[in-house]
């Protein structure tokens, strides 16, 4: 028996795909058993399965469970929650991988799965491991005699006690206002959990799961999803407002006056906390952080260290360098002082709070303190599958030979006079993405035009932007 998946939903950090079209339950199927394969090759015998609010979720939840049954592997059924939970499950509770069923921030028709081995991200070569097995059928039998042993276990309540583990603890009281917004995703529950038992106030917007996200999309990355957030913590004068994305692993925030404050901003909040714990550590974010960031860790006395995105590459950078703290313009936060090393939006939450209690400071001032840069969007273009890391190649071959400033790390980020600009290809679709930032207005266009120009000299125009 062999299975063959379509070729866009085997991706560089997950699996991924439009439910009915490129993704059924016999791919859940095949996932379960090529995962449990790899399991069992690695000694191991049970495997965490957490799923998403999605409306296919629990059904392709069942497929995986019943695909490593059919490798002999069990399966800990931990049911709906949030991607980090289903991370804490395969940290503590006795299993050998994890799997949480996941469309992510996607649209609603979406689903997929993010998996975990051996405490470790399972990605890339992982992945399409996955895919030749069930091309070839390479699956293990089960033993003779086997008969499955799966446990469901509800780990919702421990989760939270571990959220809130030391909350406090080092400056106690500050009470704030705050707001929250879990955009009917997978997050809700486990907000509701946390709030009840928060000191100070706290408003909650849609906490109830519900697949078809009929308020607004779960990505808290575009700002026209804080639009709801930022109105109650204006109307209800609160004095900050976190967001998260559909499965919990990704954070947004606002301050008091309804400023955003973007990934590499968070990052820079929490790499002052940490950084009085664990002197000249490691901090670690993704080549589209602003310069300010890796700056601000300096000054603090750190050593920032650019690296490549994808919180699978963050998260196997951290365990090579020991660094306590990373995250990703996209939200991802990953701690592993006190905790474990995962991206889980909603202990970031806790140690915002914790954050503004350490520095004496309200997160609307730690937001204030921070420069002022003139900076895009992530800017995300459509471009042929086969050329998009061609292009890139091409841009770094022109601007060696030029003489210029360049970061490799993740494709182009070139540093000028000006400010710096970046351009690097998706892992995940076919797109390729810009940024850039400057010092004033004037710069940033100057910065633009290279872009375009090295676009232009590539056959490219930066076309209309591309969803995620």
Not at 41 to 55: H, P, T
Not at 91 to 109: E, L
Not at 325 to 331: P, T, V
């Amino acid at each position: 028996m062999t299975h063959q998946f379509h070729p866009s939903t085997l991706r560089e950090y997950d699996i991924r795909g439009i439910v009915g079209d490129t993704l059924s339950e016999d791919d859940a199927r095949a996932i379960g058993r090529g995962f449990g394969t790899r399991v069992a090759a690695a000694g191991g015998r049970r495997v965490a399965v957490g799923y998403d609010g999605r409306l296919s979720s629990p059904g392709m939840a069942r497929a995986i469970v019943a695909g490593l049954n059919d490798v002999g592997i069990d399966a800990l059924e931990i049911g709906l929650g949030p991607t980090p939970m289903l991370y804490y499950a395969e940290m503590t509770q006795g299993t050998d991988g994890g799997i949480q069923i996941t469309g992510s921030h996607n649209p609603a028709n979406y689903n997929g799965f993010k998996m975990v081995l051996g405490h470790r991200p399972f990605f890339g070569d992982d992945i399409q491991d996955i895919g030749r097995m069930a091309g070839a059928g390479a699956w293990r039998a089960a033993p003779a005699g086997y008969v499955a042993a799966n446990e469901q276990r509800a780990v919702m309540d421990d989760y939270v006690d571990r959220l809130l583990e030391g909350f406090g603890a080092k400056s106690p009281g500050g009470e704030y206002r705050i707001g929250w917004d879990a955009g009917n995703g997978a997050a809700g529950p486990v907000v509701d959990r946390l709030v009840a038992r928060l000191p100070g106030e706290h408003f909650t917007l849609y906490t109830e799961v519900d697949g078809s996200f009929p308020n607004h999309h779960p990505d808290p990355t575009d700002e026209a999803n804080l639009a709801d957030l930022k109105r109650l913590v204006a109307d209800r004068k609160l004095d900050f407002g976190v967001a998260f994305d559909g499965d919990g692993d990704r954070i947004g925030a606002i301050d008091g006056k309804g400023r955003v404050i973007w990934g590499d901003q968070l990052l820079a909040i929490y790499a002052e906390m940490v950084l009085k714990d664990v002197p000249g550590a490691t901090i670690i974010a993704d080549v589209k952080a602003s310069q300010a960031l890796f700056d601000r860790v300096a000054e603090l006395g750190g050593t920032p260290l650019m690296w490549k995105t994808g919180h699978s590459l963050i998260k196997q950078k951290m365990l090579e360098t020991d660094s306590p703290l990373a995250g990703e313009m996209s939200g991802h936060v990953f701690f592993k002082h006190g905790y474990y090393g995962y991206d889980d939006a909603l202990y970031a939450a806790i140690q915002l709070i914790a954050a503004a209690q350490a520095a004496g400071r309200s997160v609307t001032e730690l937001r204030g303190a921070m420069p002022d840069m003139v900076n895009t969007p992530e800017m995300r273009f459509q471009v042929d599958e086969s050329r998009k890391f061609a292009v890139v190649e091409e841009v770094l071959d022109r601007l060696q030979a030029d003489g210029a400033s360049v970061d490799r790390t993740d494709g182009a980020r070139v540093d000028t006079p000006d400010g710096w600009w970046l351009l690097r290809a998706s892992n995940t679709q076919d797109v390729l993405v810009a940024r850039a930032e400057a010092k004033d207005a004037a710069g940033l266009e100057r910065l633009m035009a290279q872009i375009d120009a090295q676009l232009a000299r590539s056959g490219i125009a930066r076309g209309p932007q591309a969803g995620h």
